[in-house]
């Protein structure tokens, strides 16, 4: 499956932003989708998953209560709803696709990850 990001930008803290990744070449409702991110220096981190029915959703602690993911299988497009963000949260973003969630919640490696995006900036100033 092919994935393209969009949405990323420059905010200040407290700001909101909803990133976008619009998938094809595969069944949008056979994959479930997650969103990563990578700060300079740091490894690639889990954000948030969400299964192919839309009816589990996972998130890292450090954004719980703050962003929200979704899905759309009408337009095969899944969002990142980032609210209150604040300067740690500056990275690139990046859309991933596999066969189910648990590979995107748990795996250390990005390699083992079926499909990415290429990835989209957040700066958040503070």
């Known amino acids: 499956v092919q994935l393209v990001e969009s949405g990323g930008g420059l905010v200040q803290a407290g700001a909101s932003l909803r990133l976008s990744c619009a998938a094809s070449?595969?069944?949008?409702?056979?994959?479930?989708m997650g969103w990563f991110r990578q700060a300079p220096g740091k490894d690639r981190e889990f954000v948030a998953a969400?299964?192919?029915?839309?009816?589990?959703?996972y998130y890292a602690d450090s954004v719980k209560g703050r962003f929200t993911i979704s899905q759309d299988n009408a337009k095969n497009t899944v969002y990142l709803q980032m609210n209150s963000l604040n300067a740690e949260d500056t990275a690139v973003y990046y859309c991933?696709?596999?066969?189910?969630?648990?590979?995107?919640?748990?795996?250390?490696?990005?390699?083992?990850?079926?499909?990415w995006g290429q990835g989209t900036q957040v700066t958040v100033s503070s």
């Open positions: 070449g595969r069944a949008f409702s056979s994959v479930a």
């Open positions: 991933a696709a596999d066969q189910g969630t648990y590979k995107l919640r748990t795996t250390s490696d990005p390699g083992a990850i079926d499909s």
């Open positions: 969400i299964s192919w029915t839309g009816d589990r959703k």
